[in-house]
């Protein structure tokens, strides 16, 4: 049985979590294909999304997940809280919660950031990505659309491909395909790799070239370059990234014919990905997207289901 208040990092979850929330999603997607969406699972609760970071797929996912299982859904931004006149996360957290908020899900540009919270609020907290360390329910959705398209992830290989140093997805995705069996490769240009694969488990390798990473992959899941989280001259130019790292046809070849394609957006098109690739049959670009709103639905139920 799940048994967390909070879900801050895939780290913390064994194989029987990740599975819990997978089963529990498969049953919001049904009801996210409904003519009628709403559950009233989280009526009288209320969840605050409190995002420090722009963004539209999580935030609004989240928002959605709420409203359709019934919760009070209140969006807070940085420039719309008093953290824009220095209050601090914490006194602003503080404050939120004392409205007898139930989950806050947190966006921070600062690893540790959700977990500094869950530390010090009574209730429940979810990362919704925190600087270059996690995002735990990107990497729950991305393995949901996996295994609908695959029927599995045990003995998958996916090949992660791009600015794999600064992406908290591939972090977090590294640790649970190899978690859950899949073996998993790393490729990008060499000031965008990390130093060491083992923290990312047994079944991560890191491999310079793209074309071996994605050699007969089952799956290929490319990076936006994290150009906010870039320091000088780890970049030459986007023209010579696409140039060696970019996913066009002749490289996609390379992968198993029926190669599922993954990017967790925003797509700079033409850069890491033809938009001829985006837009095809192989793509499962905007499946990620609708699995977001079902994964978070089934993590706000299970969070709180776990709470006292």
Partial sequence: MWTHRHLLGIEDLAAADIEAVL???ELSYALSRRTEKKSAAL????VVNLFFEASTRTRTSFEIAGKRLGADVVNVSS???SVSKGETL???ARNIEAMRTDVMVVRHGSSGAARFLAARLGCSVVNAGDGAHEHPTQALLDAFTIRRRKGRLDGLTVAICGDVAHSRVAR???LLLGKMGAVVRLTGPRTMLPRSARELGPTVTVMPRLEEAV???DVVMMLRIQQERLGAAMLASTREYAKTFGLGPSMLARAKPDALVLHPGPINRGVELDPGIADGAQSGVLDQ???GVAVRMSVLELVLEASP
Avoid: F, H
């Fill in 289 to 291: 997207v609708e699995a």
């Fill in 172 to 174: 977090s995705n590294a």
């Fill in 23 to 25: 089963a529990r999603a």
């Fill in 79 to 81: 420039s719309g809280s």
């Fill in 90 to 92: 914490l006194d602003t």
């Fill in 43 to 46: 009526r009288g609760r209320t």
């Fill in 215 to 217: 050699e007969g992959a």
